[in-house]
């Protein structure tokens, strides 16, 4: 199974559709918030099903502001992160995730991407597609892939 994770593409859908066609075919897409209204392109260009959140930009926005489902054997906590002070550490969606009793948080906000695999939890960031602000200042994504033994694997990825 694999599942393209992105986050923070503010309307802005290029390099999300670039992404889409590179990296398909994809089981799931996973949108951890912050489309700006492009939530129906983006349902219609994944060829997949699709999950996707609110973000603190989509205001008047029908999206949920979280979801929890599962992928494979896995239980996962989809938010934008904000609400969980995400800008300033990690602790406070971990501990959120924790009292979940999720194995994975995918969230966005810091448009910096981040896999941090942890013993209880594992807490996925894909960073931004259209505004990245890590040190290379690329867009990035997650490609999260489910072997035969039901283990995800997790590569962060950049367009050049």
Same mark, same amino acid.
């Given at each position: 199974?694999?599942?393209?994770?992105?986050?923070?593409?503010?309307?802005?859908?290029?390099?999300?559709?670039?992404?889409?066609?590179? =990296?398909?075919?994809?089981?799931?897409?996973?949108?951890? %918030?912050?489309?700006?209204?492009?939530?129906?392109?983006?349902?219609?260009?994944?060829?997949?099903?699709?999950?996707? #959140?609110?973000?603190?930009?989509?205001?008047?926005?029908?999206?949920?502001?979280?979801?929890?489902?599962?992928?494979? %054997?896995?239980? #996962?906590?989809? =938010?934008? %992160?904000?609400?969980?002070?995400?800008?300033?550490?990690?602790?406070?969606?971990?501990?959120?995730?924790? !009292?979940? !009793?999720? /194995?994975?948080?995918?969230?966005?906000? =810091?448009?910096?991407? #981040?896999?941090?695999? %942890?013993? /209880?939890? =594992?807490?996925?960031?894909?960073?931004?597609?259209?505004?990245?602000?890590?040190?290379?200042?690329?867009?990035?994504?997650?490609?999260?892939?489910?072997?035969?033994?039901?283990?995800?694997?997790?590569?962060?990825?950049?367009?050049?």
């Amino acid at each position: 199974m694999k599942i393209l994770i992105v986050s923070d593409t503010h309307r802005n859908n290029t390099n999300f559709l670039k992404v889409v066609e590179k =990296t398909a075919p994809v089981d799931l897409i996973v949108h951890c %918030g912050d489309v700006e209204g492009s939530e129906v392109l983006i349902s219609r260009a994944a060829g997949c099903p699709v999950e996707i #959140v609110q973000g603190n930009n989509d205001f008047f926005s029908d999206l949920p502001r979280e979801k929890e489902f599962t992928i494979g %054997g896995y239980k #996962v906590w989809l =938010t934008h %992160g904000h609400n969980y002070y995400i800008a300033m550490n990690n602790e406070i969606i971990k501990e959120e995730a924790r !009292n979940r !009793n999720v /194995d994975i948080v995918m969230c966005g906000h =810091t448009h910096k991407p #981040v896999v941090e695999i %942890g013993n /209880d939890i =594992t807490l996925i960031n894909p960073g931004s597609l259209s505004y990245p602000r890590q040190e290379n200042h690329r867009p990035s994504y997650v490609l999260m892939e489910i072997d035969r033994e039901g283990e995800a694997h997790y590569t962060i990825n950049y367009l050049k």
